[in-house]
């Protein structure tokens, strides 16, 4: 029984430990919340992106970034989207499944830029909410994991004894 609760225990020290040696290294989550980049990122996935700056883009990468005015997403998430060309220090972005290029071209001499390195489908839903939603489903499904293991070696327990069996009754 004890075992569980250390496996638990230490997939959450390792998975904050994870998360916290990542963004140190300038590694961020990006939650895909629309379909924009299917099939490459489809909605809902996750994708792991590390900082780059602006000059190291390339034609082809698929790249996190704030459009220009007027453009900006109203909550400052920034777009994943690929960059279709790369020239005279600015960029055009498309996503994947949109017909078109994105109606902006991206100066690379300032803003924040990361590339993708790693899509995970379905983790972006958890984290859409933000990093207290995460935290808090993160955290509730250990409460729970936790809840389970000892709710069953109370069945058992007033199972086996049957002055306990009497006092629930």
């Known amino acids: 029984m004890n075992l569980r609760r250390t496996v638990v225990t230490t997939l959450q020290v390792v998975l904050v430990g994870a998360v916290v040696v990542g963004h140190l290294m300038g590694v961020r989550l990006v939650p895909v919340l629309t379909g924009s980049m299917t099939p490459y ?14 000059t190291d883009i390339r034609s082809g990468d698929v790249v996190a970034f704030r459009p220009p005015a007027p453009f900006e997403v109203v909550d400052g998430r920034p777009i994943l ?6 020239a005279d220090g600015s960029m055009t972005t498309k996503g994947d499944a949109n017909p078109d290029p994105d109606p902006w071209r991206v100066a690379l001499g300032r803003g924040s830029f990361a590339r993708a390195v790693l899509v995970v489908p379905l983790l972006g839903r958890v984290l859409a909410g933000g990093p207290v939603a995460a935290l808090s489903l993160v955290a509730g499904a250990a409460a729970l994991a936790m809840g389970a293991g000892r709710l ?7 199972a086996s004894c049957p002055d306990c069996a009497a006092r629930t009754a």
């Open 152 to 158: 069953r070696r109370t069945r058992l327990d007033a």
């Open 81 to 86: 989207h690929r960059a279709v060309e790369v």
């Open 41 to 54: 990122a489809p909605a809902g996935s996750l994708v792991l992106v590390v900082d780059v700056p602006g």
